[in-house]
């Protein structure tokens, strides 16, 4: 958890700890594995990723990546459910 939300970039910090606090208590065992896997990409790359600013390299992909770009692919991710635009 405080590896998801203390990444070096605030907008980081919500996308991924955000996610994180989501699903954290739902994983598997091997979801977490994956889970950590991905936190150990820097952190400019893995936000551009989840923003779209850059492709995800072929090599770099996994399920839960791929389920994190689809969660931080709307506008406000991150972001509580009250502070969303609409």
Known sequence: MFRAHHRGTKEADLMIG???R???AEL???ELDDLEATLDFPDVELSDWLTG?????E??????????LVECA????????E???P
């Open 53 to 57: 600013r850059r492709p995800v390299p």
């Open 28 to 30: 598997t065992e091997a």
């Open 18 to 20: 955000a996610f994180v």
């Open 74 to 81: 709307g506008l406000g991710a991150g972001l509580p459910p």
């Open 59 to 68: 090599d770099c992909r996994s399920p839960m990546l791929e389920r994190m």
């Open 22 to 24: 989501r699903w954290a």
């Open 83 to 85: 502070l969303r635009r």
